[in-house]
RNA sequence: GGAGAGAUGUCCGAGUGGUUUAAGGAAACGGUCUUGAAAACCGUCGUGCCGGCAACGGUACCCAGGGUUCGAAUCCCUGUCUCUCCGCCA
């Protein structure tokens, strides 16, 4: 969430942001909320501070207080309880009016809807005609869905053979990749409770475009991506400065519903409920996260340039951005069965949004105490990855040649 | 899953109803002393919220949420987590 001290100040500039995010919120509402919230905090603090006055008229004496301090003390309960019950209510009104305020965009991220997103770069060959990835794995025995159907459902599969080993592959190499650039590797968690999830910036249980698992009776939910558990791994801890920024790689099976998803494009591999994938994940002061978000940025091309893989960037245009993200680049794969750019990869600079929500702040050195920054962007996705390998590295006599930088991790073959 | 024990500040740790505004120690930071350092001594040393330009004042927080009481770190209930033992198990 925002800090409400930044929407009191600039209570115009947070509705327009919203509104550009597409996110309905009535600022008014809220700032109307909170000063009746103050209030009542302060009627509280009175009514308390009262309360305490009269227990240290009681230090060092024994026995049972006078009558009139218990009677006062009677009264001022009654009072109490009845004030706290009011500002019990306003403050969980205030706390899901906060909830609702999306993260602020910066000034650089395009304005309007998916179809505003910019790109800013362009790379390798928009080739055509390659065999669509599905049929291609299906006729090898490399991919089952209907097995996976059978097993859990529409959208699972099961990978098989050397193309399994593919992803075992693909995934060394990104963490050959990011280990060398200074990311922690870590397994995480494959669920988190309510508390993580939402403050992440995943819906809770009770919100209906429900992308999440949950666990019956737990609470629980299988993560969506390991951004997730990286989160909440620092949450309310206070990290000295001279430890950022902290640089974790998660890799994690991710769990999606995906429900209301399939009109879009959803064949194969592309959209499936689960999938494997290695995500960077970067706590930062303030002032780092802008270059850290470059820097991300920068491994995930350098990933697909040796892959050998075309793509473009793109800056996320605000209508698309979510809620916790003030800036989002996407990395779009040419499909050359397609003959256009497709996600492949994203990453996003938080801001103090997530870390706000699960209070992880920073100790500066001299001393104060301040909300970091988190960012958090994919190495590799693995189920696009191998769509994107399958497109790209199909020979002439229907062999898949192995991309140079994966064949050390396939036991030195260069075509599957 | 069953039984028992526990959870206090950055860390260790005292505290079973009212001089606790959380003792004491360690670490850290600043200072005195010293050629420099160590030691010693002195001082500072949690977080949130509200008010205030500020100094500061008020309030809350001793795992979490309820309850008892004029008054709760302390008593009661529930939950979470940790440890020990038992069971099950890759």
Redesign the pocket.
């Given at each position: 969430m925002l800090?409400?001290?930044f929407i009191r100040d600039h209570a115009e500039l947070v509705a327009e942001k919203s509104a550009q995010k597409g996110y309905k919120v009535d600022i008014l509402k809220l700032l109307e909320v909170?000063a009746e919230?103050?209030d009542l905090?302060?009627q509280?603090?009175?009514l308390?501070?009262?309360?305490?006055?009269?227990?240290?008229?009681?230090?060092?004496?024994?026995?049972?207080?006078d009558q009139t301090?218990?009677?006062?003390?009677?009264q001022?309960?009654i009072e109490?309880?009845e004030r706290e019950t009011y500002l019990?209510d306003v403050e969980s009104k205030f706390g899901e009016l906060m909830q609702g305020v999306p993260n602020v965009a910066f000034d650089d991220v395009p304005v309007g809807g998916e179809e505003d997103s910019t790109e800013i770069k362009q790379w390798g060959e928009q080739t055509t005609g390659a065999e669509d990835h599905l049929d291609f794995a299906t006729k090898r025995d490399w991919v089952d869905f209907e097995r996976g159907a059978k097993v859990a459902g529409a959208k699972f599969y099961y990978l098989k053979g050397d193309l399994a080993l593919l992803e075992n592959a693909i995934t060394q190499y990104a963490l050959d990749v990011v280990t060398k650039k200074g990311f922690t590797f870590m397994t995480v968690p494959h669920m988190a409770n309510a508390r993580i999830s939402t403050g992440t910036g995943f819906a809770p249980r009770s919100d209906d475009q429900e992308d999440q698992y949950f666990i019956e009776n737990e609470?629980l939910a299988l993560i969506g991506t390991a951004e997730v558990s990286l989160t909440g791994y620092h949450a309310d801890e206070?990290i000295d400065e001279d430890k950022l920024p902290l640089l974790y790689a998660g890799l994690s099976p991710c769990y999606r519903k995906e429900a209301g998803t399939y009109g879009k494009h959803a064949r194969g591999l592309f959209r499936v409920h689960q999938f494997n994938k290695l995500e960077m994940y970067a706590y930062t002061t303030p002032e780092q996260s802008r270059e850290m978000h470059e820097r991300i940025l920068a491994i995930e091309e350098e990933i697909w340039q040796n892959l050998g893989i075309p793509y473009h960037v793109i800056n996320i245009a605000s209508g698309d951005l979510g809620a916790p993200a003030a800036k989002k680049y996407d990395v779009e794969y040419w499909s050359s069965v397609d003959g256009k750019y497709r996600e492949l990869t994203s990453c996003s600079n938080c801001t103090d949004f997530q870390a706000r929500n699960l209070?992880i702040?920073v100790?500066r050195k001299d001393?104060?105490?301040?909300v970091l920054h988190t960012l958090n962007g994919t190495a590799v996705s693995l189920a696009r990855s191998l769509i994107a390998v399958l497109e790209h590295y199909q020979t002439d006599d229907g062999k898949l040649r192995i991309p140079t930088v994966l064949q050390p991790f396939m036991g030195g073959r260069t075509e599957i």
């Open positions: 800090d409400i001290q909170d919230r103050r905090l302060g509280v603090d009175a308390r501070a009262r309360r305490n006055e009269n227990a240290d008229k009681m230090k060092g004496v024994q026995g049972k207080p301090i218990i009677d006062e003390g009677k001022i309960k109490l309880a019990n609470d206070i209070n702040r100790r001393g104060k105490v301040e």
